[in-house]
C-alpha cells in the first residue's frame, strides 16, 4: 500500500492553538517525545509506523510535523 502523507495548515490565531493541542496528541498517541525523539522501548517493539503520515524524519533522526502555522500577530506562535 502506498505511503500517505498529512500536511496540515492552520491559521490565525484560534487556528494555531488548535494546532497546538492536536501536535501535543499526535506525539502522545505517537510516542514521540516533545523534542522530536521517539520513546526507544515503545518503537523497538512496534511495527507501527502511521506516524510517518504526520511526521517526517529528518537526518538527525528527530520527527518533524508536517504542519504550517501562520497568524499575523507574532505573539501566538511560540506561546503555550
Known amino acids: 500500500m502506498p505511503?500517505?502523507?498529512?500536511?496540515?495548515?492552520?491559521?490565525?490565531?484560534?487556528?494555531?492553538?488548535?494546532a497546538n493541542a492536536c501536535w501535543e496528541l499526535y506525539c502522545l498517541e505517537h510516542a514521540i517525545q516533545p523534542d522530536g525523539q521517539l520513546y526507544q522501548g515503545y518503537h523497538s517493539r512496534a511495527v507501527d509506523d502511521n506516524y510517518n503520515a504526520?511526521?517526517?524524519?529528518?537526518?538527525?533522526?528527530?520527527?518533524v510535523p508536517r504542519v504550517v502555522m501562520a497568524d499575523l500577530e507574532p505573539t501566538v506562535i511560540g506561546n503555550k
Open 3 to 18: 505511503q500517505k502523507e498529512v500536511l496540515q495548515i492552520h491559521i490565525g490565531q484560534a487556528g494555531v492553538q488548535i
Open 54 to 63: 504526520f511526521f517526517s524524519i529528518s537526518t538527525a533522526g528527530k520527527c
